[in-house]
């Protein structure tokens, strides 16, 4: 909450509501920021091995889900069980 007092005019009085809103304002930011304290930013080193993790793994998706058409087929029916004459 911003509470601003002005004496004079009303010209001064709006003057200092600016002001004492920025003031406000500007401290909030700065102890905010270090309240919570920001994370910090990931190091080079951090970001390759992140990267080269999430390569391994569309890597290993990759071989694991490249199924031909049959291969799709034979995983239903492993899962579900051989079709049945019957529709529902």
Not at 28 to 48: D, F, H, I, K
Not at 59 to 75: A, C, H, W
């Amino acid at each position: 909450m911003i509470i601003g007092f002005g004496f004079g005019s009303p010209l001064v009085s709006l003057l200092m509501l600016l002001v004492t809103g920025t003031l406000s304002y500007l401290i909030y930011r700065v102890t905010a920021r270090r309240r919570n304290g920001t994370p910090p930013r990931p190091t080079r080193a951090q970001l390759r091995q992140y990267y080269y993790e999430q390569r391994r793994r569309a890597q290993q998706f990759s071989t694991e889900f490249n199924l031909t058409d049959e291969e799709i087929e034979r995983r239903i029916d492993e899962d579900l069980g051989p079709p049945s004459d019957k529709q529902s």
